[in-house]
């Protein structure tokens, strides 16, 4: 059974950094794709950042470009977001997810296994 594990978020000033890391758990990846998701209060889900697993692809929301970098330890099976610069609009839960299509622009519906997130708060 896979399992996404997500972690550390916490509360942070404006300007400030936060690193989330997902662990997956269950089986090895070696294909797919690794989403990172963020809903706020009264909001949808927006697709943050996305990743592949076998090549690094990666996939931006405007509102984090320059600002936000994911990654990913294949060999840990895990998939990081460095967060810099953090505003207080990026105040949101944040989820991990994984899909087994192999493009980063796969639809929020097209991902299979969710974490169940991290709470990230930003301090004005």
């Known amino acids: 059974q896979e399992q996404l594990v997500e972690s550390g978020g916490g509360l942070v000033q404006a300007g400030g950094s936060l690193r989330l890391s997902c662990a997956a758990s269950?089986?090895?990846?070696?294909?797919?794709?690794m989403g990172w998701f963020r809903q706020a209060p009264g909001k949808e889900r927006e697709l943050v950042a996305a990743?592949?697993?076998?090549?690094?692809?990666?996939r931006y929301a405007d509102f984090v470009k320059g600002r936000f970098t994911i990654s990913r330890d294949n060999a840990k099976n895990t998939v990081y977001l460095q967060m810099n610069r953090l505003k207080p609009d990026d105040t949101a839960v944040y989820s991990c997810?994984?899909?087994?299509?192999?493009?980063?622009?796969?639809?929020?519906?097209?991902?299979?296994?969710w974490g169940q997130g991290t709470q990230v708060t930003v301090s004005s």
């Open positions: 997810a994984r899909t087994s299509r192999g493009t980063v622009y796969v639809s929020i519906e097209g991902y299979d296994y």
């Open positions: 269950g089986r090895t990846f070696s294909s797919g794709v």
């Open positions: 990743i592949t697993w076998s090549g690094g692809r990666t």
